[in-house]
């Protein structure tokens, strides 16, 4: 049974940072894409960031690019989300997710197999 866990959210003033953390356990993290989808209040769940089983390749929603970075270390069965010059529109819950038998980005949540619990990240104005 592969399980998701998220750690790292928060409040924390605009332009200020955090980092969410989402480790797997259960089968072996390297083969996964693992993503970072996020839903705010009301709005449809959104693909922020993804990276690929090898970390070759990221992929960014327009609104967090130079914003926010995705990070895994395969090793310790760890991707992470760097976010920086936080603001109040980035308010959501944050879910780490992971996508098996396939080494490409996708972008809907229903191609995703796994799903963390998700963490809140309320950024105040």
């Known amino acids: 049974q592969v399980q998701l866990v998220e750690s790292g959210g928060g409040l924390v003033q605009a332009g200020g940072s955090l980092r969410l953390s989402c480790k797997l356990s259960?089968?072996?993290?390297?083969?996964?894409?693992m993503g970072w989808f996020r839903q705010a209040p009301g709005k449809e769940r959104e693909l922020a960031a993804a990276i690929t089983a090898n970390g070759a390749y990221t992929y960014y929603t327009d609104s967090v690019k130079g914003r926010f970075t995705i990070s895994r270390d395969n090793a310790k069965n760890t991707v992470y989300l760097q976010m920086n010059s936080l603001k109040p529109e980035d308010t959501a819950v944050y879910y780490c997710?992971?996508?098996?038998?396939?080494?490409?980005?996708?972008?809907?949540?229903?191609?995703?197999?796994?799903w963390g619990q998700g963490t809140q990240v309320t950024v105040s104005s």
């Open positions: 259960g089968r072996t993290f390297s083969p996964y894409v």
């Open positions: 997710t992971a996508l098996t038998g396939r080494d490409t980005i996708r972008f809907r949540p229903q191609d995703y197999n796994y």
